[in-house]
Antibody, heavy 119, light 106 residues
Framework: EVQLVQSGAEVKKPGESLKISCKGS????????IGWVRQMPGKGLEWMGI????????RYSPSFQGQVTISADKSISTAYLQWSSLKASDTAMYYC????????????WGQGTLVTVSS | SYELTQPPSVSVSPGQTASISCFGD??????VCWYQQKPGQSPVLVIY???KRPSGIPERFSGSKSGNTATLTISGTQAMDEADYYC?????????FGGGTKLTVL
C-alpha cells in the first residue's frame, strides 16, 4: 500500500527555521516525483515545487523560488520542505504528494503538516 | 504566470448532474486532473489525464475537455460529493491549480 506520512504539527516564531518531512512507503520512492502543496487557512491549493528523489532534480513554482528549499534523502525514502526564516504568512497546511506519471498529477497525498508561525 | 479559472461555487440537487469548468490558455495541449477535498481532509485525485478515473473513484465522476476548457461532471450527485474541487495542470515545469469550486448539494 502506497503511503506518505508527514511529520507532526509545528508552532514556530517568526524568524525561526523549520524542516518538515514526508516519508514514502509501499512503492519505489526513488522513481516518482514528490510534490509539495500549500493551503493557507480557508484558501485554495498552491503548488510549491516538486523533486525527483532519484537524482534530486527539483523544480520550484516561481512564487516559492527562493522562499523554501525542497530536498530528499532517498536512502530513507524521505522528502523535506524547509524554511530558513519563517514569517507569519507561512502559517498554512503543507501537503506532500506523489506524482503518478511525471505529468504533475498527484495520486497519493500525505496527511498534511500544519505549520503555525506566531510571535 | 499561468492561471486556471474555475467558478467559485456550483449548486446541484441530489440525483442531478453537476458540471464544474476549468479554463486556461492552451489547456487543450496539456493534461488536466481534478481533486476533491472535503473539510479537514487531504485532497483526493478523482480524474487524471483529462478523463481517466483512478481505481476506487465512482463511475459517476467523469472528465472531458473541449478546446481550452476542461469539465468535471458528476452524474447522479450524492450528498457525499459536497466538497471543494480543484482542477490542475502545468506550465513551465511546474504544476498549477485552479482557484477551486465549492460544490453544494442541496
Amino acid at each position: 500500500e502506497v503511503q506518505l506520512v508527514q511529520s507532526g504539527a509545528e508552532v514556530k516564531k517568526p524568524g525561526e527555521s523549520l524542516k518538515i518531512s514526508c516519508k514514502g512507503s509501499g512503492y519505489s520512492f526513488n522513481s516518482y516525483w514528490i510534490g509539495w502543496v500549500r493551503q493557507m487557512p480557508g484558501k485554495g491549493l498552491e503548488w510549491m515545487g516538486i523533486i525527483y528523489p532519484g537524482d534530486s532534480d527539483t523544480r520550484y513554482s516561481p512564487s516559492f523560488q527562493g522562499q523554501v528549499t525542497i530536498s530528499a534523502d532517498k536512502s530513507i525514502s524521505t522528502a523535506y520542505l524547509q524554511w530558513s526564516s519563517l514569517k507569519a504568512s507561512d502559517t498554512a497546511m503543507y501537503y506532500c504528494a506523489r506524482d503518478r506519471d511525471g505529468y504533475f498529477q498527484l495520486d497519493y497525498w500525505g496527511q498534511g503538516t500544519l505549520v503555525t508561525v506566531s510571535s | 504566470s499561468y492561471e486556471l479559472t474555475q467558478p467559485p461555487s456550483v449548486s446541484v440537487s441530489p440525483g442531478q448532474t453537476a458540471s464544474i469548468s476549468c479554463f486556461g490558455d492552451k489547456l487543450g495541449d496539456k493534461y488536466v486532473c481534478w481533486y476533491q477535498q472535503k473539510p479537514g481532509q487531504s485532497p483526493v485525485l478523482v480524474i487524471y489525464q483529462d478523463n481517466k478515473r483512478p481505481s476506487g473513484i465512482p463511475e459517476r465522476f467523469s472528465g472531458s475537455k473541449s478546446g481550452n476548457t476542461a469539465t468535471l461532471t458528476i452524474s447522479g450527485t450524492q450528498a457525499m460529493d459536497e466538497a471543494d474541487y480543484y482542477c490542475q495542470s502545468w506550465d513551465s515545469s511546474t504544476g498549477v491549480f485552479g482557484g477551486g469550486t465549492k460544490l453544494t448539494v442541496l
